[in-house]
């Protein structure tokens, strides 16, 4: 046993990279909410693409080691203190045996993962390993569950850190799908130049967008024949609001959809906070499909963003005993471990 | 990419899109990862950096052009599933409202609802879970404005001439009639996803009595037979 789970949040579970090629039985891929996010920690930790993690949507828990470990923390920043010392996110540390992980509550985004050095073990269901609520696989995480690592420590990462580029701001892409042009074109246009606000409701299924403007409706939309839905698709229900579609999301629906996020800006919806003002810009189908990236090839652009761990002067119980001052910034900045 | 054959719901689009969708898989394109067939439409999912989009879709236009897949026939080895269920009291919250939308006495719309076998016209939403269909003409009722919350595991629900047993608790825009104890997917039965699209499924109304039984029955006291 590696991590004894004392104490967990109410939506923890463990995400992997989903249950790909299910769409004819009924299952959207599910897995990680911000799979960029998750696959941080797979670049961080050198670890193959497909590992199951913890992910922890606004809060996370109490995790205590019980051998020697390297973990990584990596998307939606989260409190977080190893035995009391507090940890930077996007980065890897080395737990030893009997020290506590605290992670608390969020602080930027949605979705926190805790990856383990060598994987966390867990039955495979249907081609995958994560909580998938609405296709009835897995469960939560539990206080008292045990955590088992699926490979040995091998691959020693050292103190690592991830630095990916800061987008937030930047509206979500999206391209038009077979249901675009159901929609008149003054409702695409007040669709692209409306600033929505991220609802409290919201979950691994979808995100509600709230707005002023008048609902968005395509006509005839109640009755119209149920067809494919996936992660991404912007669909607007009964009374016109929209809703993003994210991992765990039905495969079929009736409601219309406008278009599509692009995968590439996926992650940024998933991690939107209650109250973030959300945008959309339209893009074409040749663009999105030059956007468009395996997820080893994400995986490859993640490692490429990986560097050395500088020590981050909060880590630094005894900081008074140096002299910070007179000696060059590089003895204070050296690397750590 | 998808390929539609109907913009509302018709027998010979489903039928079709069956076929398709088999057709595809067999044809094995470059660059094809994933297809699967809904209620009309054919879904292929693709790699942009192994085939070109216009590439792709030039071999699906081929592939359409080359018969009349609304004249295909449904799949070989279907089986029939006669299901019980419990079309009263709490099982059954919108029956009153659904029968009012029918006009017609809620013994009268059961008795509709459990006159013939319905096909499984798609696999969707959730696990094994299937879009039966066809009720008669005036089961063309819209789905509700407000969507209900969560229906329970089992929930019979009704929408646009369609009947969906509920894999699980779920959200829905549909019209809950009844429940049944039947599994659309269970991991500890042989096969665990019962139902193949172009299956049949006839409901039988049983008292709310009858549920305690049928609830500890691994298929919730449903019987298949297989379709000459």
């Excluded at chain 2, 192994?50 to 590439?55: C, I, K």
Aim: aromatic share 8%; net charge negative; glycine share 10%.
């Amino acid at each position: 046993m590696t991590v004894e789970v004392l104490t967990v949040g109410p939506s923890v579970s463990l995400q992997d990279a989903g249950r790909p090629g299910g769409l004819g039985i009924g299952l959207s891929r599910g897995g990680a909410a911000d799979r960029f996010g998750y696959l941080a920690g797979c670049a961080l930790l050198g670890a193959p693409m497909g590992v199951a993690a913890v992910e922890m949507a606004g809060f996370g828990g109490t995790f205590r080691f019980t051998e020697d470990r390297w973990f990584a923390l990596t998307g939606a920043g989260m409190r977080a203190a190893l035995d009391g010392a507090p940890l930077g996110w996007n980065a890897t540390y080395q737990a030893r045996a009997g020290q506590v992980l605290a992670i608390g509550s969020v602080e930027t985004g949605v979705y926190g993962y805790l990856s383990l050095a060598g994987g966390i073990a867990a039955p495979t269901e249907l081609g995958g390993r994560g909580f998938h609520q609405i296709a009835g696989l897995g469960r939560a995480l539990a206080a008292g569950d045990r955590l088992e690592p699926a490979a040995p420590d091998q691959s020693v990462p050292g103190a690592l850190i991830f630095r990916g580029p800061d987008t937030r701001a930047a509206p979500l892409r999206i391209m038009p799908g077979p249901q675009t042009a159901m929609f008149p074109a003054d409702q695409i246009a007040a669709f692209e130049a409306a600033a929505f606000i991220r609802s409290a409701r919201a979950n691994r299924q979808g995100v509600r967008l709230d707005h002023d403007g008048a609902p968005f409706a395509a006509g005839l939309q109640l009755t119209r024949v149920s067809d494919f839905i996936s992660e991404g698709d912007v669909q607007m229900t009964g009374d016109g609001t929209p809703y993003v579609l994210l991992a765990d999301c039905q495969t079929m629906g009736g409601y219309p959809r406008i278009g599509t996020v692009v995968p590439a800006d996926l992650p940024r919806i998933a991690q939107a906070m209650p109250g973030d003002v959300v945008r959309f810009q339209m893009i074409t189908v040749e663009q999105a499909e030059q956007l468009w990236k395996s997820d080893a090839a994400v995986l490859a652009d993640l490692k490429a963003q990986v560097a050395p761990r500088v020590r981050d002067p909060r880590e630094i119980r005894d900081l008074l005993s140096y002299d910070l001052i007179d000696r060059p910034s590089s003895a204070v900045t050296g690397l750590d471990e | 990419m998808l390929v539609r054959f109907a913009d509302s719901l018709r027998e010979p689009a489903n039928r079709a899109a069956l076929a398709f969708c088999a057709g595809v898989d067999q044809a094995r394109f470059t660059g094809v990862v994933e297809t699967a067939s809904s209620l009309t439409s054919v879904f292929v999912r693709f790699r942009p950096d192994q085939v070109r989009r216009a590439a792709l879709e030039d071999q699906l236009r081929g592939l359409l052009a080359a018969r009349d897949w609304l004249q295909a026939d449904l799949p070989g080895g279907r089986r029939i599933w006669h299901i019980p269920a419990v079309f009263e009291g709490d099982a059954a919250p919108d029956l009153d409202a659904v029968a009012g939308l029918l006009r017609v006495s809620v013994p009268e719309a059961i008795a509709e609802l459990t006159a013939d076998p319905l096909r499984v016209l798609a696999l969707g939403f959730a696990p094994g879970q299937p879009y039966l269909g066809f009720l008669p003409d005036r089961w063309n009722i819209p789905r509700r404005t407000e969507v209900t919350p969560q229906v329970p595991q089992g929930a019979v629900v009704v929408a646009v001439r369609q009947v969906i047993p509920f894999a699980n608790a779920a959200p829905t825009g549909w019209w809950q009639i009844g429940r049944t104890a039947f599994r659309c997917y269970d991991a500890q039965s042989d096969p665990a996803l019962p139902l193949r699209a172009g299956d049949e499924v006839r409901f039988q109304s049983v008292p709310s009595a009858a549920w305690a039984k049928l609830a500890r029955d691994a298929r919730g006291g449903a019987e298949a037979e297989t379709l000459p």
